[in-house]
Protein backbone atom coordinates (compact mmCIF):
# COMPACT_ATOMS: atom_id res chain seq x y z
CA UNK A 1 0.00 0.00 0.00
CA UNK A 2 2.76 2.44 0.06
CA UNK A 3 6.70 2.50 -0.05
CA UNK A 4 6.67 6.41 1.60
CA UNK A 5 6.91 5.64 5.10
CA UNK A 6 6.65 9.70 6.17
CA UNK A 7 3.87 10.08 8.43
CA UNK A 8 2.21 13.52 8.71
CA UNK A 9 3.39 13.69 12.37
CA UNK A 10 5.80 10.88 12.91
CA UNK A 11 9.52 10.11 11.16
CA UNK A 12 9.99 6.54 9.71
CA UNK A 13 13.16 4.33 10.18
CA UNK A 14 14.53 2.44 7.46
CA UNK A 15 12.92 -0.90 8.59
CA UNK A 16 9.82 1.06 8.69
CA UNK A 17 9.06 1.80 12.07
CA UNK A 18 7.35 4.89 12.98
CA UNK A 19 8.25 7.12 16.13
CA UNK A 20 5.58 9.21 17.13
CA UNK A 21 6.13 9.92 21.31
CA UNK A 22 8.41 12.59 21.21
CA UNK A 23 5.49 14.53 19.35
CA UNK A 24 2.49 13.12 21.48
CA UNK A 25 1.78 16.36 23.37
CA UNK A 26 1.92 18.93 20.36
CA UNK A 27 -1.65 19.88 18.88
CA UNK A 28 -2.50 18.64 15.83
CA UNK A 29 -1.48 21.02 12.84
CA UNK A 30 -4.48 23.00 11.06
CA UNK A 31 -6.41 21.23 7.58
CA UNK A 32 -4.36 22.36 5.09
CA UNK A 33 -6.26 23.79 1.80
CA UNK A 34 -6.52 20.87 -0.55
CA UNK A 35 -4.64 21.09 -3.98
CA UNK A 36 -6.04 23.14 -6.34
CA UNK A 37 -7.23 25.26 -3.98
CA UNK A 38 -6.53 28.57 -6.41
CA UNK A 39 -7.14 29.19 -9.63
CA UNK A 40 -3.45 30.37 -10.63
CA UNK A 41 -4.13 31.87 -14.34
CA UNK A 42 -6.59 32.65 -17.32
CA UNK A 43 -6.43 28.57 -18.08
CA UNK A 44 -5.71 27.70 -14.23
CA UNK A 45 -2.32 25.98 -15.24
CA UNK A 46 0.73 26.96 -17.51
CA UNK A 47 -0.30 23.82 -19.94
CA UNK A 48 -3.68 25.32 -20.05
CA UNK A 49 -5.69 22.31 -19.17
CA UNK A 50 -8.12 24.63 -17.39
CA UNK A 51 -8.94 21.40 -15.10
CA UNK A 52 -9.29 21.31 -11.29
CA UNK A 53 -8.87 18.83 -8.60
CA UNK A 54 -11.70 19.76 -6.27
CA UNK A 55 -14.07 17.02 -6.09
CA UNK A 56 -16.58 18.19 -3.61
CA UNK A 57 -18.88 19.37 -6.29
CA UNK A 58 -20.34 16.31 -7.57
CA UNK A 59 -22.95 14.75 -10.57
CA UNK A 60 -24.71 13.78 -7.47
CA UNK A 61 -25.05 17.60 -5.92
CA UNK A 62 -24.25 19.89 -8.72
CA UNK A 63 -27.95 20.51 -9.04
CA UNK A 64 -27.76 22.16 -5.50
CA UNK A 65 -25.49 24.78 -6.29
CA UNK A 66 -26.69 28.14 -5.07
CA UNK A 67 -25.76 31.99 -6.17
CA UNK A 68 -23.82 33.01 -2.91
CA UNK A 69 -22.83 36.92 -3.66
CA UNK A 70 -22.13 38.94 -7.06
CA UNK A 71 -20.98 42.42 -7.48
CA UNK A 72 -21.57 45.03 -10.58
CA UNK A 73 -17.99 45.99 -11.93
CA UNK A 74 -19.27 48.53 -14.76
CA UNK A 75 -22.46 49.82 -15.49
CA UNK A 76 -22.49 48.30 -19.33
CA UNK A 77 -19.66 46.84 -22.02
CA UNK A 78 -17.68 44.20 -22.74
CA UNK A 79 -16.84 41.60 -19.95
CA UNK A 80 -14.64 38.61 -21.29
CA UNK A 81 -12.20 38.37 -18.99
CA UNK A 82 -11.19 35.71 -17.47
CA UNK A 83 -11.06 34.86 -13.46
CA UNK A 84 -7.94 34.56 -11.79
CA UNK A 85 -8.05 33.45 -7.98
CA UNK A 86 -5.05 33.66 -5.61
CA UNK A 87 -4.81 33.75 -1.67
CA UNK A 88 -7.84 36.21 -0.50
CA UNK A 89 -8.57 37.92 -3.69
CA UNK A 90 -10.24 37.03 -7.27
CA UNK A 91 -8.85 39.44 -10.19
CA UNK A 92 -10.70 40.74 -13.00
CA UNK A 93 -10.52 43.02 -15.65
CA UNK A 94 -12.78 45.46 -17.81
CA UNK A 95 -11.95 47.85 -20.91
CA UNK A 96 -9.53 50.29 -17.98
CA UNK A 97 -10.84 48.66 -14.66
CA UNK A 98 -8.72 46.16 -12.63
CA UNK A 99 -10.07 44.51 -9.18
CA UNK A 100 -9.18 42.32 -6.41
CA UNK A 101 -12.93 40.86 -4.84
CA UNK A 102 -13.54 38.67 -2.17
CA UNK A 103 -13.48 35.16 -3.36
CA UNK A 104 -16.04 34.13 -0.72
CA UNK A 105 -18.14 37.31 -0.24
CA UNK A 106 -17.57 39.52 -3.22
CA UNK A 107 -16.49 42.12 -1.35
CA UNK A 108 -14.51 44.87 -3.15
CA UNK A 109 -11.18 44.65 -2.13
CA UNK A 110 -9.32 47.39 -4.90
CA UNK A 111 -10.21 48.70 -7.96
CA UNK A 112 -7.50 50.46 -10.41
CA UNK A 113 -9.19 52.62 -13.29
CA UNK A 114 -6.81 52.86 -16.04
CA UNK A 115 -6.63 56.41 -18.02
CA UNK A 116 -5.61 55.95 -21.69
CA UNK A 117 -2.79 57.41 -23.33
CA UNK A 118 -3.96 57.33 -26.70
CA UNK A 119 -7.92 56.70 -28.39
CA UNK A 120 -8.03 52.52 -28.74
CA UNK A 121 -8.40 50.43 -31.88
CA UNK A 122 -10.45 48.00 -30.40
CA UNK A 123 -11.87 48.06 -26.81
CA UNK A 124 -11.67 44.97 -24.30
CA UNK A 125 -9.66 42.98 -22.23
CA UNK A 126 -9.17 39.40 -20.85
CA UNK A 127 -7.85 39.40 -17.92
CA UNK A 128 -4.56 38.74 -15.61
CA UNK A 129 -1.75 37.28 -14.76
CA UNK A 130 0.00 36.76 -11.28
CA UNK A 131 3.24 36.54 -10.38
CA UNK A 132 4.64 37.04 -6.98
CA UNK A 133 2.62 39.69 -5.20
CA UNK A 134 2.29 41.46 -8.73
CA UNK A 135 -0.73 41.38 -11.02
CA UNK A 136 -0.02 42.25 -14.89
CA UNK A 137 -2.46 43.11 -17.71
CA UNK A 138 -2.87 44.73 -21.12
CA UNK A 139 -4.15 47.88 -22.17
CA UNK A 140 -6.28 48.70 -25.49
CA UNK A 141 -4.09 51.50 -26.30
CA UNK A 142 -1.09 49.33 -26.04
CA UNK A 143 0.40 49.62 -22.80
CA UNK A 144 1.26 46.38 -19.94
CA UNK A 145 0.96 47.02 -16.75
CA UNK A 146 2.06 45.80 -12.96
CA UNK A 147 0.06 46.39 -10.47
CA UNK A 148 0.92 45.60 -6.23
CA UNK A 149 -2.08 42.47 -6.07
CA UNK A 150 -2.38 43.66 -2.55
CA UNK A 151 -2.89 47.46 -3.16
CA UNK A 152 -3.99 47.95 -6.68
CA UNK A 153 -0.67 50.43 -6.81
CA UNK A 154 0.75 51.15 -9.82
CA UNK A 155 4.22 49.36 -10.19
CA UNK A 156 5.35 50.42 -13.78
CA UNK A 157 3.79 50.52 -17.01
CA UNK A 158 5.17 50.13 -20.32
CA UNK A 159 4.62 51.31 -23.75
CA UNK A 160 4.73 47.96 -26.34
CA UNK A 161 2.86 48.86 -29.13
CA UNK A 162 1.39 51.66 -31.31
CA UNK A 163 -1.92 52.44 -30.94
CA UNK A 164 -1.68 55.27 -33.34
CA UNK A 165 -1.70 52.11 -36.04
CA UNK A 166 -4.30 50.14 -34.31
CA UNK A 167 -1.90 47.72 -31.84
CA UNK A 168 -3.68 46.77 -28.31
CA UNK A 169 -2.92 44.15 -25.63
CA UNK A 170 -6.49 42.77 -25.03
CA UNK A 171 -5.32 39.35 -24.20
CA UNK A 172 -4.40 38.23 -21.07
CA UNK A 173 -0.67 37.89 -20.40
CA UNK A 174 1.06 34.89 -18.92
CA UNK A 175 3.87 35.02 -16.03
CA UNK A 176 6.65 32.43 -15.68
CA UNK A 177 10.21 32.22 -14.49
CA UNK A 178 10.47 36.12 -14.08
CA UNK A 179 9.05 36.77 -17.13
CA UNK A 180 5.49 38.54 -18.15
CA UNK A 181 4.19 37.24 -21.78
CA UNK A 182 1.58 39.38 -23.76
CA UNK A 183 1.03 39.44 -27.44
CA UNK A 184 0.12 42.53 -29.86
CA UNK A 185 -3.51 42.07 -31.80
CA UNK A 186 -4.98 44.51 -34.08
CA UNK A 187 -4.27 42.16 -37.05
CA UNK A 188 -7.48 43.56 -39.82
CA UNK A 189 -5.99 47.12 -38.98
CA UNK A 190 -2.50 45.86 -41.00
CA UNK A 191 -0.43 45.23 -37.93
CA UNK A 192 2.39 43.24 -38.14
CA UNK A 193 1.94 40.95 -34.76
CA UNK A 194 4.45 40.48 -32.55
CA UNK A 195 5.14 37.97 -29.17
CA UNK A 196 7.07 40.28 -26.08
CA UNK A 197 8.94 38.88 -22.94
CA UNK A 198 8.99 41.72 -20.21
CA UNK A 199 11.13 41.48 -16.66
CA UNK A 200 8.31 41.01 -14.32
CA UNK A 201 10.14 42.80 -12.00
CA UNK A 202 11.19 46.71 -14.03
CA UNK A 203 8.97 45.85 -17.21
CA UNK A 204 11.98 46.15 -19.34
CA UNK A 205 11.56 43.90 -22.75
CA UNK A 206 13.20 41.03 -22.88
CA UNK A 207 12.57 39.48 -26.63
CA UNK A 208 10.41 39.71 -29.26
CA UNK A 209 9.30 38.13 -32.24
CA UNK A 210 7.61 39.26 -34.96
CA UNK A 211 4.72 36.75 -36.02
CA UNK A 212 5.02 37.35 -39.87
CA UNK A 213 8.35 37.16 -41.09
CA UNK A 214 10.28 39.91 -43.75
CA UNK A 215 13.82 39.80 -44.90
CA UNK A 216 15.49 36.18 -44.88
CA UNK A 217 13.69 35.08 -41.44
CA UNK A 218 12.30 31.78 -41.17
CA UNK A 219 9.19 31.75 -43.28
CA UNK A 220 9.34 35.18 -44.87
CA UNK A 221 9.66 33.22 -48.44
CA UNK A 222 5.67 32.21 -47.68
CA UNK A 223 4.56 35.74 -48.53
CA UNK A 224 4.00 35.98 -52.23
CA UNK A 225 3.46 39.65 -52.41
CA UNK A 226 6.06 41.21 -49.97
CA UNK A 227 4.31 44.36 -49.90
CA UNK A 228 1.25 42.53 -47.22
CA UNK A 229 4.14 40.81 -44.69
CA UNK A 230 4.54 44.49 -43.23
CA UNK A 231 0.73 44.99 -42.55
CA UNK A 232 -0.08 41.11 -42.74
CA UNK A 233 -1.58 40.54 -39.51
CA UNK A 234 -0.76 38.08 -37.50
CA UNK A 235 -2.19 39.05 -34.07
CA UNK A 236 -3.31 37.50 -31.08
CA UNK A 237 -6.24 38.27 -29.09
CA UNK A 238 -6.14 35.61 -26.46
CA UNK A 239 -3.44 33.93 -23.74
CA UNK A 240 -0.76 32.01 -24.05
CA UNK A 241 0.47 28.39 -22.99
CA UNK A 242 4.16 27.61 -21.89
CA UNK A 243 5.57 24.05 -21.09
CA UNK A 244 7.26 24.89 -17.70
CA UNK A 245 9.49 21.05 -18.27
CA UNK A 246 10.43 22.07 -21.62
CA UNK A 247 11.02 25.73 -21.70
CA UNK A 248 8.51 26.21 -25.01
CA UNK A 249 5.98 28.76 -25.22
CA UNK A 250 3.06 28.30 -27.40
CA UNK A 251 1.06 30.81 -28.74
CA UNK A 252 -2.15 31.19 -30.78
CA UNK A 253 -1.44 33.45 -33.58
CA UNK A 254 -4.54 34.57 -36.18
CA UNK A 255 -5.36 35.28 -39.96
CA UNK A 256 -3.48 37.18 -42.34
CA UNK A 257 -4.08 40.79 -44.21
CA UNK A 258 -6.40 41.20 -45.85
CA UNK A 259 -8.54 38.58 -44.73
CA UNK A 260 -10.59 37.59 -47.87
CA UNK A 261 -8.20 38.24 -50.46
CA UNK A 262 -5.97 35.45 -50.41
CA UNK A 263 -4.81 35.81 -53.75
CA UNK A 264 -2.82 39.11 -52.84
CA UNK A 265 -0.78 36.80 -50.77
CA UNK A 266 -0.05 33.82 -52.28
CA UNK A 267 1.55 31.16 -50.09
CA UNK A 268 1.37 29.85 -47.12
CA UNK A 269 1.22 33.18 -44.84
CA UNK A 270 3.43 32.08 -41.70
CA UNK A 271 3.03 32.07 -38.80
CA UNK A 272 -0.94 33.00 -39.36
CA UNK A 273 -3.37 30.76 -38.65
CA UNK A 274 -0.52 28.52 -35.89
CA UNK A 275 0.45 27.54 -32.63
CA UNK A 276 3.66 29.54 -32.96
CA UNK A 277 6.35 27.64 -30.58
CA UNK A 278 8.96 29.61 -29.15
CA UNK A 279 11.59 28.97 -26.50
CA UNK A 280 10.42 30.74 -23.56
CA UNK A 281 13.97 32.06 -22.51
CA UNK A 282 14.99 33.51 -25.82
CA UNK A 283 12.44 34.03 -28.20
CA UNK A 284 13.97 31.77 -29.99
CA UNK A 285 11.61 30.13 -33.11
CA UNK A 286 11.33 26.06 -32.21
CA UNK A 287 8.38 24.70 -34.58
CA UNK A 288 4.97 25.64 -35.60
CA UNK A 289 2.07 23.78 -36.54
CA UNK A 290 0.12 25.75 -39.19
CA UNK A 291 -4.27 25.08 -38.88
CA UNK A 292 -4.59 26.75 -42.28
CA UNK A 293 -2.09 27.68 -45.13
CA UNK A 294 -3.17 30.81 -47.09
CA UNK A 295 -5.91 31.49 -45.12
CA UNK A 296 -8.89 33.32 -46.77
CA UNK A 297 -11.86 33.08 -44.49
CA UNK A 298 -10.45 35.04 -40.86
CA UNK A 299 -9.99 31.34 -39.55
CA UNK A 300 -7.98 33.08 -36.44
CA UNK A 301 -6.02 30.90 -33.73
CA UNK A 302 -7.56 32.36 -31.07
CA UNK A 303 -7.89 30.09 -27.74
CA UNK A 304 -4.28 28.97 -26.28
CA UNK A 305 -3.13 25.86 -26.94
CA UNK A 306 -4.06 22.88 -24.41
CA UNK A 307 -1.03 20.51 -23.81
CA UNK A 308 -1.58 17.32 -22.31
CA UNK A 309 -0.35 13.61 -22.37
CA UNK A 310 -2.63 10.89 -23.48
CA UNK A 311 -3.47 7.25 -22.69
CA UNK A 312 -0.35 6.38 -24.52
CA UNK A 313 1.76 9.10 -22.56
CA UNK A 314 2.39 10.78 -25.80
CA UNK A 315 2.68 14.46 -25.33
CA UNK A 316 0.14 16.27 -27.49
CA UNK A 317 -1.22 19.70 -27.81
CA UNK A 318 -4.62 20.39 -28.70
CA UNK A 319 -5.66 23.60 -30.65
CA UNK A 320 -8.87 24.65 -31.91
CA UNK A 321 -9.72 28.05 -33.96
CA UNK A 322 -12.51 29.96 -35.78
CA UNK A 323 -12.30 27.21 -38.80
CA UNK A 324 -14.00 25.05 -36.62
CA UNK A 325 -11.50 21.98 -35.99
CA UNK A 326 -10.39 21.03 -33.02
CA UNK A 327 -6.56 20.06 -34.26
CA UNK A 328 -5.27 17.22 -31.66
CA UNK A 329 -0.93 17.32 -32.59
CA UNK A 330 1.74 14.84 -31.77
CA UNK A 331 4.64 16.94 -30.19
CA UNK A 332 7.27 14.72 -31.30
CA UNK A 333 6.59 14.78 -35.21
CA UNK A 334 4.71 18.43 -35.18
CA UNK A 335 1.83 16.84 -37.14
CA UNK A 336 -2.00 16.66 -36.46
CA UNK A 337 -2.88 13.04 -35.26
CA UNK A 338 -7.07 14.17 -35.70
CA UNK A 339 -8.81 16.98 -36.78
CA UNK A 340 -11.77 17.03 -35.23
CA UNK A 341 -15.33 19.38 -36.09
CA UNK A 342 -16.79 20.70 -33.29
CA UNK A 343 -19.23 22.86 -34.78
CA UNK A 344 -20.91 23.11 -38.68
CA UNK A 345 -17.72 22.87 -41.32
CA UNK A 346 -17.60 23.05 -44.76
CA UNK A 347 -16.92 19.05 -46.88
CA UNK A 348 -14.49 19.59 -48.36
CA UNK A 349 -13.42 22.57 -47.38
CA UNK A 350 -13.33 26.03 -49.57
CA UNK A 351 -10.13 27.63 -50.88
CA UNK A 352 -10.80 31.36 -51.19
CA UNK A 353 -14.55 33.13 -51.88
CA UNK A 354 -15.51 34.69 -54.99
CA UNK A 355 -15.89 38.22 -55.76
CA UNK A 356 -19.81 37.34 -56.11
CA UNK A 357 -19.59 35.70 -52.78
CA UNK A 358 -19.95 32.05 -51.49
CA UNK A 359 -21.63 30.46 -48.30
CA UNK A 360 -18.81 29.43 -45.96
CA UNK A 361 -18.98 27.43 -42.72
CA UNK A 362 -17.90 28.24 -40.37
CA UNK A 363 -18.30 32.52 -41.19
CA UNK A 364 -15.89 34.72 -39.37
CA UNK A 365 -17.84 34.82 -36.36
CA UNK A 366 -17.81 31.32 -36.10
CA UNK A 367 -16.07 28.41 -34.83
CA UNK A 368 -13.92 28.34 -31.40
CA UNK A 369 -13.18 32.37 -30.61
CA UNK A 370 -11.25 33.39 -26.79
CA UNK A 371 -12.03 30.42 -24.86
CA UNK A 372 -10.54 27.42 -25.97
CA UNK A 373 -11.05 22.97 -24.86
CA UNK A 374 -10.53 21.89 -21.14
CA UNK A 375 -8.42 18.87 -21.04
CA UNK A 376 -10.02 16.13 -18.27
CA UNK A 377 -6.96 13.84 -17.20
CA UNK A 378 -8.78 11.54 -16.09
CA UNK A 379 -11.59 10.66 -18.75
CA UNK A 380 -8.67 11.66 -21.33
CA UNK A 381 -11.41 13.80 -22.62
CA UNK A 382 -11.11 17.20 -24.33
CA UNK A 383 -14.59 19.65 -24.15
CA UNK A 384 -14.31 22.73 -26.50
CA UNK A 385 -17.06 25.22 -26.89
CA UNK A 386 -17.92 26.70 -30.09
CA UNK A 387 -20.02 28.67 -31.99
CA UNK A 388 -22.10 27.93 -34.51
CA UNK A 389 -22.74 30.58 -37.66
CA UNK A 390 -22.25 30.45 -41.54
CA UNK A 391 -21.44 33.84 -43.76
CA UNK A 392 -21.97 34.84 -46.98
CA UNK A 393 -18.05 35.97 -48.09
CA UNK A 394 -16.96 38.06 -50.97
CA UNK A 395 -13.56 38.39 -51.84
CA UNK A 396 -12.39 41.85 -53.43
CA UNK A 397 -8.82 41.32 -54.36
CA UNK A 398 -6.46 44.39 -55.18
CA UNK A 399 -6.81 46.08 -52.67
CA UNK A 400 -4.36 48.70 -50.71
CA UNK A 401 -2.98 48.57 -47.46
CA UNK A 402 -5.47 51.46 -45.36
CA UNK A 403 -3.42 52.55 -42.24
CA UNK A 404 -5.74 52.05 -38.72
CA UNK A 405 -8.56 51.03 -41.52
CA UNK A 406 -10.06 47.33 -41.80
CA UNK A 407 -8.16 45.90 -44.63
CA UNK A 408 -10.55 43.00 -45.01
CA UNK A 409 -10.06 42.77 -48.74
CA UNK A 410 -13.80 41.95 -49.16
CA UNK A 411 -17.02 41.46 -47.65
CA UNK A 412 -18.84 39.62 -45.32
CA UNK A 413 -22.65 38.94 -44.29
CA UNK A 414 -24.89 37.08 -42.01
CA UNK A 415 -27.50 36.38 -43.83
CA UNK A 416 -29.48 37.34 -40.97
CA UNK A 417 -29.15 34.05 -39.18
CA UNK A 418 -28.44 34.13 -35.55
CA UNK A 419 -25.85 32.21 -33.79
CA UNK A 420 -26.39 29.41 -32.09
CA UNK A 421 -23.31 26.95 -30.29
CA UNK A 422 -22.04 23.80 -29.74
CA UNK A 423 -20.45 21.69 -26.97
CA UNK A 424 -18.18 18.69 -28.25
CA UNK A 425 -16.53 16.41 -25.88
CA UNK A 426 -13.65 14.42 -27.84
CA UNK A 427 -11.32 11.22 -26.65
CA UNK A 428 -7.87 13.08 -26.82
CA UNK A 429 -6.32 9.57 -27.45
CA UNK A 430 -8.23 8.31 -30.41
CA UNK A 431 -10.11 11.71 -31.91
CA UNK A 432 -13.46 9.99 -31.17
CA UNK A 433 -16.76 12.43 -30.51
CA UNK A 434 -18.29 11.07 -26.51
CA UNK A 435 -21.17 13.37 -26.80
CA UNK A 436 -21.88 17.02 -28.07
CA UNK A 437 -24.80 19.36 -26.89
CA UNK A 438 -26.28 21.91 -29.02
CA UNK A 439 -27.22 25.31 -27.30
CA UNK A 440 -29.39 27.80 -28.73
CA UNK A 441 -27.12 30.88 -28.48
CA UNK A 442 -23.23 31.21 -29.05
CA UNK A 443 -20.76 29.43 -26.52
CA UNK A 444 -17.98 31.97 -25.96
CA UNK A 445 -17.37 31.03 -22.38
CA UNK A 446 -14.73 29.45 -20.80
CA UNK A 447 -15.43 25.42 -19.55
CA UNK A 448 -13.54 24.11 -16.46
CA UNK A 449 -13.38 19.97 -16.08
CA UNK A 450 -13.12 19.10 -12.44
CA UNK A 451 -12.10 15.60 -10.88
CA UNK A 452 -16.18 15.26 -9.53
CA UNK A 453 -17.16 14.56 -12.60
CA UNK A 454 -18.45 17.86 -13.80
CA UNK A 455 -17.96 20.06 -16.04
CA UNK A 456 -18.53 23.95 -15.55
CA UNK A 457 -19.36 26.39 -18.51
CA UNK A 458 -22.20 28.85 -19.18
CA UNK A 459 -23.54 30.56 -22.72
CA UNK A 460 -24.30 33.76 -24.24
CA UNK A 461 -27.68 34.18 -23.39
CA UNK A 462 -26.44 34.15 -19.62
CA UNK A 463 -26.91 30.61 -18.52
CA UNK A 464 -24.57 28.85 -16.18
CA UNK A 465 -24.39 25.28 -17.07
CA UNK A 466 -23.28 21.84 -15.12
CA UNK A 467 -23.00 19.23 -17.16
CA UNK A 468 -21.86 15.61 -16.59
CA UNK A 469 -18.50 14.72 -18.05
CA UNK A 470 -18.98 11.29 -19.02
CA UNK A 471 -22.38 11.68 -20.78
CA UNK A 472 -23.13 15.38 -21.42
CA UNK A 473 -26.15 15.33 -19.39
CA UNK A 474 -27.19 18.84 -17.95
CA UNK A 475 -27.09 18.44 -14.44
CA UNK A 476 -27.71 22.51 -13.79
CA UNK A 477 -28.98 25.46 -15.80
CA UNK A 478 -29.28 29.04 -14.06
CA UNK A 479 -29.95 32.12 -16.00
CA UNK A 480 -27.89 34.45 -14.71
CA UNK A 481 -29.00 37.78 -15.77
CA UNK A 482 -26.27 38.33 -18.16
CA UNK A 483 -24.49 36.67 -21.51
CA UNK A 484 -21.45 34.16 -20.27
CA UNK A 485 -18.35 35.31 -22.24
CA UNK A 486 -14.99 35.38 -20.21
CA UNK A 487 -14.03 33.01 -16.80
CA UNK A 488 -15.64 30.46 -15.59
CA UNK A 489 -13.31 28.84 -12.38
CA UNK A 490 -13.29 26.77 -9.58
CA UNK A 491 -11.54 27.30 -5.99
CA UNK A 492 -11.77 26.53 -2.57
CA UNK A 493 -11.75 28.35 0.57
CA UNK A 494 -12.53 27.03 4.42
CA UNK A 495 -13.40 23.43 2.93
CA UNK A 496 -15.62 24.80 0.67
CA UNK A 497 -15.95 24.74 -3.25
CA UNK A 498 -16.64 27.81 -5.03
CA UNK A 499 -17.56 28.40 -8.49
CA UNK A 500 -17.07 32.54 -10.00
CA UNK A 501 -18.10 33.06 -13.44
CA UNK A 502 -18.26 36.60 -15.35
CA UNK A 503 -21.71 37.49 -16.27
CA UNK A 504 -23.12 40.10 -17.71
CA UNK A 505 -20.80 41.09 -21.27
CA UNK A 506 -22.45 43.55 -23.92
CA UNK A 507 -20.82 43.01 -27.22
CA UNK A 508 -20.82 43.48 -31.02
CA UNK A 509 -21.61 40.42 -33.42
CA UNK A 510 -23.27 38.18 -31.00
CA UNK A 511 -21.09 37.70 -28.58
CA UNK A 512 -23.15 38.57 -26.10
CA UNK A 513 -25.77 41.63 -25.31
CA UNK A 514 -27.99 41.11 -21.96
CA UNK A 515 -26.79 42.19 -18.63
CA UNK A 516 -24.70 44.62 -16.34
CA UNK A 517 -21.28 43.02 -16.06
CA UNK A 518 -20.93 41.72 -13.02
CA UNK A 519 -18.78 38.59 -10.96
CA UNK A 520 -20.90 35.63 -9.96
CA UNK A 521 -20.71 33.20 -6.84
CA UNK A 522 -21.83 29.70 -6.40
CA UNK A 523 -21.50 27.29 -4.04
CA UNK A 524 -23.64 24.46 -2.48
CA UNK A 525 -25.53 25.26 0.40
CA UNK A 526 -23.40 25.02 3.34
CA UNK A 527 -24.12 21.51 5.89
CA UNK A 528 -26.88 21.22 8.62
CA UNK A 529 -26.41 18.12 9.10
CA UNK A 530 -25.23 16.53 12.65
CA UNK A 531 -21.37 15.32 12.18
CA UNK A 532 -20.35 12.01 11.65
CA UNK A 533 -20.12 9.55 13.99
CA UNK A 534 -16.35 9.14 15.34
CA UNK A 535 -16.07 5.86 14.08
CA UNK A 536 -17.30 6.61 10.39
CA UNK A 537 -14.47 6.14 8.15
CA UNK A 538 -13.54 9.95 6.30
CA UNK A 539 -12.73 8.81 2.24
CA UNK A 540 -11.59 12.25 1.56
CA UNK A 541 -9.46 12.34 5.01
CA UNK A 542 -7.96 8.94 3.10
CA UNK A 543 -7.37 10.52 -0.02
CA UNK A 544 -5.12 12.99 1.47
CA UNK A 545 -3.26 10.25 3.43
CA UNK A 546 -3.18 7.87 0.29
CA UNK A 547 -1.06 10.52 -1.53
CA UNK A 548 1.21 10.61 1.14
CA UNK A 549 2.12 7.27 1.90
CA UNK A 550 0.56 5.12 -1.10
CA UNK A 551 0.30 6.46 -4.30
CA UNK A 552 4.53 6.49 -4.30
CA UNK A 553 4.30 2.96 -5.15
CA UNK A 554 0.52 2.02 -6.07
CA UNK A 555 0.17 5.38 -8.47
CA UNK A 556 -2.63 8.31 -7.83
CA UNK A 557 -5.17 5.52 -9.92
CA UNK A 558 -3.94 2.74 -7.94
CA UNK A 559 -2.77 1.04 -10.71
CA UNK A 560 0.45 0.98 -10.84
CA UNK A 561 1.40 -2.51 -9.79
CA UNK A 562 0.45 -4.58 -12.48
CA UNK A 563 -0.39 -7.38 -10.70
CA UNK A 564 -1.89 -5.84 -7.80
CA UNK A 565 -4.21 -2.98 -9.08
CA UNK A 566 -6.16 -1.81 -5.83
CA UNK A 567 -9.31 -0.79 -7.57
CA UNK A 568 -9.78 -4.64 -8.56
CA UNK A 569 -9.00 -5.07 -4.74
CA UNK A 570 -11.68 -2.63 -3.87
CA UNK A 571 -13.97 -4.07 -6.29
CA UNK A 572 -13.92 -7.71 -4.07
CA UNK A 573 -13.24 -6.03 -0.51
CA UNK A 574 -15.09 -4.16 2.02
CA UNK A 575 -13.65 -1.22 4.43
CA UNK A 576 -12.73 -3.52 6.98
CA UNK A 577 -11.15 -6.36 5.03
CA UNK A 578 -8.77 -3.44 2.94
CA UNK A 579 -7.91 -2.04 6.80
CA UNK A 580 -7.22 -5.23 7.83
CA UNK A 581 -4.51 -5.91 5.00
CA UNK A 582 -3.11 -2.47 5.08
CA UNK A 583 -2.61 -2.86 8.73
CA UNK A 584 -0.91 -5.96 8.24
CA UNK A 585 0.03 -6.38 4.83
CA UNK A 586 1.61 -9.72 3.09
CA UNK A 587 4.51 -10.09 1.13
CA UNK A 588 6.85 -7.23 -0.02
CA UNK A 589 4.53 -4.57 1.11
CA UNK A 590 6.17 -2.85 3.77
CA UNK A 591 3.92 -2.56 7.22
CA UNK A 592 3.72 1.64 7.71
CA UNK A 593 1.71 1.41 10.80
CA UNK A 594 2.69 0.25 14.38
CA UNK A 595 1.77 -3.58 15.66
CA UNK A 596 0.22 -1.75 18.08
CA UNK A 597 -1.36 1.20 16.34
CA UNK A 598 -3.16 4.17 18.41
CA UNK A 599 -6.81 5.02 17.87
CA UNK A 600 -5.28 7.38 15.53
CA UNK A 601 -3.39 5.06 13.35
CA UNK A 602 -6.58 2.85 13.28
CA UNK A 603 -8.51 5.65 12.34
CA UNK A 604 -6.00 6.58 9.56
CA UNK A 605 -5.96 3.01 8.73
CA UNK A 606 -10.15 3.01 7.77
CA UNK A 607 -9.96 6.22 6.40
CA UNK A 608 -7.12 4.59 3.88
CA UNK A 609 -9.28 1.97 3.13
CA UNK A 610 -12.64 4.16 2.77
CA UNK A 611 -10.95 5.92 -0.04
CA UNK A 612 -9.42 2.73 -1.60
CA UNK A 613 -13.24 0.81 -1.51
CA UNK A 614 -14.64 4.08 -3.12
CA UNK A 615 -12.22 3.41 -6.45
CA UNK A 616 -10.05 6.05 -6.19
Known sequence: MACSLTRRIGISTLAGLVIRLAFAAEPAPPPSA???????GYNKTLEGQRYSPLDQITVANAGELREVCRVRVATRGSFQSGLVVVGDSLFATTSTGTFAIDPVTCEMIWHHVYRRAQPPGLQGNRGVAYL????????????????????????WTNVVGDASIGEYVV????AWNGLVFAGIGGSEFGIRGRILAFDALTGREVWRFHTVPTGDAVGADTWGDRKWAEHGGGGTWSTITID?????????????????????RVGANLFTNSVLVLDALSGDLRWWYQLQANDGFDHDLA???????????????????????????????????????VTTVDDPRKAMASREGDRVCPGALGGVLWNGPAFDPKRFLLVTPAIDQCMLIKSEPGTNYVARGINNGGTYSSEGVPMTGWITAVDATTGEVHWKYRSESPMTGAITATAGGVLLTGDNAGNFLVFESDTGKVLKQENTGGAIAGGVVTYARDGRQYVAFTSGNISPAGFGSVGHPSVVVMALPEPTAAPAAADTPDAKHGKELYGQICAGCHGTD??????????????????????????????TMPKIFPAEPTAEDERDIRDIAAYVESGL
Do not use: C, S
Open 34 to 40: PTGADWE
Open 132 to 155: NGRVFRGTDDARLIALDAATGREV
Open 171 to 174: GAPI
Open 244 to 264: PRTGELFAPIGNPVPDYAPQD
Open 303 to 341: AAPVLFRNANHETMLAAAGKDGLLHIVDRETHAARFKVP
Open 558 to 587: GNRIVDKPLQAAAARLKVEQLAKTIANPAG
